[in-house]
């Protein structure tokens, strides 16, 4: 019998997709939306998306600052719109994740997004704060800070 994945190590492993698949063909693949190429292309992903996030998860970006692609995306259709959009927006794209810490069961990490714009060239660097939310070995909610502070006092409050 296996011991189940801490959260913390669930967290980093989502947070390194960008580290192990090919961005070019994981942004080609969202962009297509056909069922055959999303499940060649991205097989593994899919299965491990589906494996550790809750079908009923919510992406919510909190912040005076309003995301084109919106601030709160719902279930797993939304967290594929999500990145299917925020990823469109690129010809090149790193997220490098840190500063890991745990309160009770969530999982506060430092996100920095690095990009080449697609249409613009222009480099971005985006710092966040995430919080994650974990049930029964899932993600079932994920809050995107500026800053950290945000992100602890949230997580203090709801843990």
């Given amino acids: 019998m296996s011991v189940p994945e801490s959260n913390m190590t669930l967290v980093q492993r989502l947070n390194s997709i960008f580290e192990r698949f090919d961005f070019v063909t994981l942004r080609d693949a969202l962009e297509s939306s056909d069922a055959v190429a999303m499940t060649t292309e991205l097989g593994d992903l899919s299965r491990e998306v589906a494996e550790s996030v809750d079908q009923d998860v919510v992406v919510e970006f909190i ?58 060239g222009l480099e971005i660097e985006l710092v966040q704060w995430q919080l994650w939310e974990l049930s029964g070995g899932k993600v079932v909610r994920v809050r995107m800070y500026e800053t950290h502070g945000q992100a602890l006092t949230h997580a203090k409050e709801t843990g």
């Avoid at 299917?84 to 969530?106: K, N, R």
């Fill in 63 to 120: 912040s005076d600052q309003p995301l084109i692609e919106g601030n709160v995306f719902i279930g797993v259709q939304g967290w594929i719109e999500l990145w299917s959009a925020w990823l469109a927006a690129f010809d090149s794209y790193s997220l490098t994740s840190s500063e890991y810490e745990t309160v009770d069961e969530q999982v506060v990490a430092k996100a920095v997004h690095r990009g080449r714009g697609r249409f613009s």
